[in-house]
């Protein structure tokens, strides 16, 4: 339930906008693309970031038939004017639309909208319905606005309205600028930038005041549920500064909120599911990065799990998510 992908094609939104350092991809030797921003290299990507037909092969070995997919967090566009981002918004999800019209068995998809402007958001959300698009996936902050901010509720508000999930995903790292060595923006940042989402979403009262809301949140919740004895001491101790918007103790929430599976740790994982259940984890992968779970659930099934605890963290959660059945997929 958390993939990446991109069209195997990029349109030049640099010199059609006129501004900015938007993605596109140089195919500069064959089955590989260098992921350009701007004028400046960013990322080599495979062509199993692209390939559909390729991208099931290779989940095949795994014993895995379904994908959830959606875009790489660099390409939300956050920053952009909020028209142009509403732009490559509908390329991307027009994309995403298509593969899974092409492959109902195989593929679903989640969008993505331009989160700096409300009403966009809304009607690129209900458009991304119309044509068959599960839920979105959305950044962990907003260019630096935390996703307790008044002006996102809507946009929560509609998604639960629609019907759809949201999957939160770390980007715009804090603190990147200061730790650009060994990695640590992936290695410290993301996990903390998870739980900044969760802890805006708990504390602002999003989650009560929309409890149909299914919000999933990558890399196992980040540093949140591994830092909930903090998160919720600092509640106790200091309600006039953590509890002003909602006065409902955060480790209540734990269970009402999915967590992907992504932890890289067997240890981890049984404390995760001991903190939210297995009914609240879903299998999730990173595919195709390296710093994902590329051995698909191998260390889940190496486990010794109950039947059930598996077949939960494999399917069963992601659906219920997602609000699909499993006959979808027969």
């Not at 993505?112 to 959300?125: H, N, S, W």
């Not at 879903?282 to 486990?303: H, Q, T, V």
Request: hydrophobic share 40%; aromatic share 12%.
């Amino acid at each position: 339930m958390h993939t990446h992908i991109l069209p195997a094609n990029l349109p030049r939104w640099s010199e059609k906008f006129g501004y900015g350092d938007f993605i596109h991809l140089e195919h500069h030797r064959q089955g590989f693309a260098r992921m350009m921003q701007g004028d400046r290299f960013f990322r080599e990507i495979n062509e199993n970031c692209w390939h559909p037909e390729l991208r099931i092969e290779e989940y095949a070995k795994f014993g895995t038939q379904v994908q959830v997919v959606c875009t790489i967090p660099v390409m939300f566009s956050y920053w952009a004017r909020p028209h142009d981002c509403l732009e490559v918004s509908k390329f991307l999800n027009d994309d995403l639309a298509e593969l899974c019209v092409k492959y109902p068995k195989n593929y679903v998809a989640l969008a993505t909208v331009p989160m700096q402007d409300t009403d966009l958001a809304i009607q690129e959300l209900e458009r991304c319905k119309a044509i068959g698009l599960k839920g979105i996936q959305i950044g962990s902050n907003i260019n630096d606005l935390n996703l307790s901010e008044d002006r996102f509720f809507p946009i929560f508000e509609a998604c639960e309205k629609l019907n759809l999930a949201v999957m939160v995903h770390p980007w715009n790292m804090m603190g990147s600028a200061n730790m650009t060595k060994y990695w640590l923006p992936w290695l410290v940042g993301m996990p903390a930038e998870t739980s900044r989402a969760a802890c805006s979403l708990i504390f602002s009262g999003v989650l009560e005041r929309l409890p149909k809301l299914r919000v999933n949140l990558s890399h196992a919740s980040g540093s949140f549920l591994a830092t909930i004895g903090r998160v919720e001491h600092g509640f106790n101790c200091r309600p006039d500064l953590v509890a002003i918007d909602n006065p409902i103790n955060p480790r209540d929430y734990l269970g009402r909120f999915w967590v992907d599976s992504i932890t890289h740790d067997a240890r981890m994982l049984e404390y995760v599911l001991e903190m939210v259940g297995s009914k609240r984890v879903s299998l999730g992968s990173d595919y195709p990065f390296p710093l994902g779970d590329l051995e698909i659930g191998k260390y889940i099934e190496d486990m010794n799990l109950p039947e059930d605890t598996v077949k939960d963290i494999f399917y069963r959660s992601t659906l219920e998510w997602l609000d699909m059945k499993e006959e979808d997929f027969l």
